[in-house]
């Protein structure tokens, strides 16, 4: 089976600080990447996915993230984050043939102004 | 463009009493999901459909019942609540191997 690490449970950065945030997978086959985010309240949107391609994903926001396919990670960076950005970030993974999407536990960012 | 639409947005059960949690999208997506939200621990599969007329058990199953009813609706049932079971509900949609949509949540309390 699957499953998704994400190793900052909650992050708190000054405005225009720089953000990562670590995702990483088990899985051996061929997988989708997502990462959703979720503002207080709300339910979960697509923030950027993963497919194929270039490694290199650009989303909304100004938010992009990296997949090193051997060490099995999808980390989301932004270079500035702003007050607005704080939510809950989930990455996720998707096995091709299966569909429905394994989430990780989520990482609390608070943004201070 | 209404999405996934789920209902109720909050519900209070009594241990013992049972609901139905509803669901629909209007995308015409082949995939439905059931998750279960708690802190922590990130979204739980509790089960899903492929297709209309299928429907397959997720990572935690136990003490739910799920019905495809048409290509649209995809209903989530508790038969006998239980103080567990306390969590927001999320149902989400997709066509195959693409992202999920999600609908915004029942929050749900069992006491």
């Known amino acids: 089976a699957q499953s998704v690490s994400q190793h900052n449970h909650h992050v708190i950065l000054s405005e225009a600080a720089s953000l990562e945030l670590g995702c990483n997978y088990s899985?051996?086959?061929?997988?989708?990447l997502f990462w959703y985010v979720q503002y207080p309240g709300q339910h979960l949107q697509l923030l950027l996915k993963?497919?194929?391609?270039?490694?290199l994903v650009k989303g909304i926001k100004g938010f992009e993230a990296e997949f090193i396919k051997s060490k099995f990670s999808f980390n989301l960076r932004k270079p500035s984050v702003q007050w607005s950005d704080t939510a809950e970030y989930f990455c996720?993974?998707?096995?091709?043939?299966?569909?429905?999407?394994?989430f990780g536990s989520g990482t609390r960012l608070q943004v201070q102004p | 463009n209404a999405g996934v639409t789920q209902t109720p947005k909050f519900q209070v059960l009594k241990t013992g009493q049972s609901m139905t949690l509803q669901c629909a999208q209007d995308?015409?997506?082949?995939?439905m999901y059931w998750y279960r939200q708690d802190p922590g621990m990130g979204l739980r599969l509790i089960y899903y459909?492929?297709?209309?007329?299928?429907?397959d058990k997720g990572e935690v199953p136990n003490g739910y019942n799920v019905s495809r009813l048409n290509k649209r609706e995809f209903s989530l049932r508790l038969e006998s609540a239980a103080p567990s079971q306390t969590s927001v509900y999320f149902c989400?949609?997709?066509?195959?191997?693409?992202?999920?949509?999600f609908g915004q949540g029942t929050r749900l309390t069992v006491v």
């Open positions: 989400a949609s997709s066509l195959e191997n693409t992202e999920a949509f």
């Open positions: 899985y051996g086959g061929t997988v989708n």
């Open positions: 993963y497919f194929s391609g270039d490694p």
């Open positions: 996720a993974v998707q096995d091709t043939g299966r569909r429905a999407l394994t």
């Open positions: 995308m015409n997506h082949n995939s």
């Open positions: 459909s492929a297709s209309e007329g299928t429907t």
